[in-house]
C-alpha cells in the first residue's frame, strides 16, 4: 500500500539556519503531494502542495518540489524563526481525498 | 466563517469506558473524515462520510469504534469499550467535495487509563 516516510525528529536549530526535513513516499499512481504543520495548541494547516512531477510548492518562506525519479517531497527553509517551531507532516493524496500521511518531525528553533 | 471544531479537546477515561467525541465540519462542507495519531506515530486514516453515508471506512480499527452522521451535519466517534491502545489523538476534517483542500480540527486527545 502507500506509504510516507520522513526523518525522525526533534530537528533542533538555531534561528536564521537552514532548515531541510526529509520526505520519501512510495504510491501507485501519481498521487499530489502535501505538507502539514501543527503549530503548538493548534490543528493541522495545510502548509503547501505539489500536484505533478516537477511542481515546486511554496508558502511562509517554505519550499518543496515533487520530484518522481527519486520519489521525494523535502521541505526547506532558507532561514527559519522562532515561531517556525512545529511538527510537520508530509502527506499524499489520491483518488477520494484521502490522506496518508508521514509521522512528523518535531522542528524546535531557538533564538 | 467557522472552522472545524472538535470537542471535548482532551478526554481521559479508564479501560473498559465509553467516549464520544464530535466534529462539527464547515458549514456546507459533504464530506467529513476522521484520522488519528497513535503514539506519536503516523496520521493514519479512520473513515469518510460524505454527507450522512460512509464512503470509506477502511481505516477504522475494529467493532469498538462506531462513527455516525446523522443529518449529514456533525459527526460522533464512539469508542466502546476504550482499551489502552486506543489513547492518541483524533482528527477530523471537512472539505467541500473531494478534489478541494480538507480542513482539520484541534483535534481530541484521548487519554485511556
Known amino acids: 500500500g502507500d506509504s510516507v516516510t520522513q526523518m525522525e525528529g526533534p530537528v533542533t536549530l538555531s534561528e536564521e539556519a537552514f532548515l531541510t526535513i526529509n520526505c520519501t513516499y512510495t504510491?501507485?499512481?501519481?498521487?499530489?503531494l502535501f505538507w502539514y504543520v501543527q503549530y503548538p495548541g493548534e490543528g493541522l494547516q495545510l502548509l503547501l502542495k505539489?500536484?505533478?512531477?516537477?511542481d515546486k510548492g511554496s508558502n511562509k518562506g517554505f519550499e518543496a518540489t515533487y520530484r518522481k525519479e527519486t520519489t521525494s517531497f523535502h521541505l526547506e527553509k532558507g532561514s527559519v524563526q522562532v515561531s517556525d517551531s512545529a511538527v510537520y507532516f508530509c502527506?499524499?493524496?489520491?483518488?477520494?481525498?484521502?490522506?496518508?500521511f508521514g509521522g512528523g518531525t518535531r522542528l524546535m528553533v531557538k533564538p | 466563517e467557522a472552522g472545524v471544531t472538535q470537542f471535548p479537546s482532551h478526554s481521559v477515561i479508564e479501560k473498559g469506558q465509553t467516549v464520544t467525541l464530535r466534529c462539527d465540519p464547515i458549514?456546507?462542507?459533504?464530506?467529513l473524515y476522521w484520522y488519528r495519531r497513535v503514539m506519536g506515530k503516523e496520521i493514519k486514516f479512520l473513515l469518510h462520510?460524505?454527507?450522512?453515508?460512509?464512503?470509506?471506512e477502511s481505516g477504522m480499527p475494529n467493532n469498538r469504534f462506531l462513527a455516525e452522521r446523522t443529518g449529514g451535519t456533525y459527526s460522533t466517534l464512539k469508542v466502546q469499550p476504550a482499551e489502552l491502545e486506543d489513547s492518541g489523538v483524533y482528527f477530523c476534517?471537512?472539505?467541500?467535495?473531494?478534489?478541494?483542500?480538507?480542513?482539520f480540527g484541534q483535534g481530541t486527545r484521548l487519554t485511556v487509563v
Open positions: 504510491a501507485t499512481g501519481y498521487p499530489s
Open positions: 458549514s456546507g462542507h459533504d464530506n
Open positions: 462520510f460524505v454527507k450522512e453515508s460512509k464512503q470509506d
Open positions: 502527506a499524499l493524496r489520491k483518488a477520494g481525498n484521502m490522506l496518508t
Open positions: 505539489a500536484t505533478k512531477a516537477d
Open positions: 476534517a471537512s472539505s467541500q467535495d473531494r478534489q478541494t483542500e480538507a480542513f
